[in-house]
C-alpha cells in the first residue's frame, strides 16, 4: 500500500508571520518516511538554509527592524514597562500618605522640659473665684425644687436653710461643677499634673492624652470623658486629697488599696463619685446646718467628700468588696452618708486626730470602729461571696440625674 498523508500544522514565525509545516507520510512497503514541509517548500536534503540557525531550518535569523514590528514582542515590552511604572507608582503613594500622616515636627526648647509648678487647692480655688462664670451660673440647681406639701413640709421638718451670706459661695461649687477641663487654660492643666504626679510620686509631666491616666484611675486617655458628671469639681475634690498634707497619706493608702491584684477600683473616678455624692448631699440641703455652724461651704464640702471617701475604703477594705460590687457599695456610702454627715464627719475628724497625735502609724483607716453601719450591709457582703451578678459599671453623672433620683449611686 502506497500513499502520501500530509500534516499540516500552522505556527507563528518569530518575524510574526503564520508558517504552514507540513509533515507528509509516505507508505512505501510497509516502511515510514516523513518529510516536513514549510511554507509550501521542502528542505534539499543536506543543504542548510542560510538563514537557519544552528542548522535548524526552523528558527532563522531575523533583522532588528524585523523584530521592531513584532507585534508579540511589544506587547510584551509594553506589559514589562507598566508593571514596573505602577509599582513605583504605588510605592510613591505609599511614601506621600505616610509623609502626610506625620505630624509637623516642633523644636523641644529647653523651658518645655521643665515641669509645670504644682498648685494648690486655694490658688485653683482662686482662679474660679476671679474669672467669670456668670453663663454657668445661669444654669445651676443649688436646691431641690419642692411645691405644695412637699415644700411646706420640708420647711416645717426639714434642715435648716443656708444662710444667705453663703448662698453665693455655694453657688460658685456648683457653677464650678458645670466647668468643663480646658486645654487653654494653664491652671486646669496644672491641677490635672499634680494630680497625677502626687499619686505616682513622679517629677515631670506627662502628656496630656495617652494610656497612662489610667494608672491614676481615668478610664481612658483623656481624663476629661470621666467628668461629665461632676465638671471640673471633680478634679478639684482629688487635688485638694493629694495637696493637703494632714490627709495626703489617707489618699496614698487609698490609691495603694486601688492597684490591689483583685479589690483593685479605678482611683479617680471612685474620686468623682465621692464629688458626685457630696454634691447631691450639699444640693438636699444635708450639709446646710454645718455649713451655718462653720461660716463655710467649701471646706465643709471638702471634708464631707474626704469623710465619705474614707467610710468608703473602710467599708472596701474590710468587707473584701470588688469592682463587681462597685455599685451597691456606693449605693450604700451614698445613703449613710446623707443620713448622717455629723457622723461621718466625726470619723473623719478621729482618724486625723490619731495621726495628729502620733498613733496613727500604728492604726490604719481601715481598723477605726464601725457604728451604726449602713443598712444592707450584711446582705451585700454575703452577695459579694455568693454569685456576682452586677458585673458591668454603670456611668451616669450628678447632672443628668433628676432630683426624684438622686438616691441612686452608681459609678460614673
Known sequence: ????????????????????????????????????????????????????????????????????QNGLLQSLAAGGNQTKTEEVSLEVERAQEEWDALESIQPVFAEDLTPSPLISFNEALQHFQTSDLGDLLKNIQPTIPRTGLAAITHFLFGPPRLHKDLVEERDLVFAIAQCSL?????????????????????????????????????????PATDLRGTGFLGLMHTLYFVMDPEILPLAREIYKLSQHPVQNFPFCVMSINMTRIALH?????????????????????????????????????????????????LKEVELFAKKNPKQI????????????????????????????????????????????????????????????????????
Open 1 to 68: 500500500m502506497e500513499g502520501v498523508v500530509a500534516v499540516a500544522v500552522n505556527t507563528e514565525g518569530l518575524n510574526g508571520y503564520p508558517q504552514e509545516r507540513k509533515q507528509t507520510e509516505d507508505l512505501t512497503k510497509g516502511h515510514l518516511k516523513c518529510t516536513t514541509i514549510l511554507n509550501g517548500l521542502t528542505p534539499a536534503n543536506g543543504i542548510k538554509d542560510s538563514g537557519s540557525l544552528n542548522g535548524n531550518p526552523y528558527l532563522k535569523t531575523v533583522p532588528i527592524s524585523a523584530l521592531k
Open 182 to 222: 480646658d486645654n487653654g487654660q494653664s491652671v486646669h492643666m496644672r491641677v490635672l499634673q499634680t494630680i497625677y504626679r502626687k499619686l505616682t510620686c513622679t517629677r515631670a509631666d506627662c502628656p496630656r492624652y495617652g494610656p497612662h491616666w489610667e494608672n491614676v484611675g481615668f478610664q481612658g486617655a483623656d
Open 281 to 329: 448631699a450639699l444640693r438636699e440641703e444635708v450639709l446646710s446646718k454645718e455649713c451655718n455652724r462653720r461660716q463655710q461651704v467649701v471646706a465643709v464640702l471638702n471634708d464631707f467628700y474626704v469623710a465619705t471617701f474614707l467610710y468608703l475604703y473602710q467599708v472596701w477594705k474590710s468587707q473584701q468588696k470588688t469592682i463587681s460590687d462597685s455599685g451597691h457599695v
Open 345 to 412: 464627719l466625726k470619723r473623719l475628724e478621729g482618724y486625723l486626730k490619731e495621726r495628729r497625735d502620733g498613733t496613727g502609724h500604728r492604726t490604719s483607716p481601715d481598723s477605726l470602729s464601725y457604728s451604726n453601719p449602713s443598712p444592707g450591709d450584711t446582705g451585700s457582703r454575703a452577695g459579694s461571696q455568693g454569685g456576682k451578678e452586677d458585673k458591668e459599671m454603670n456611668f451616669t453623672g450628678v447632672c443628668e440625674l433628676p432630683p426624684e433620683m438622686e438616691g441612686e449611686a452608681r459609678l460614673i
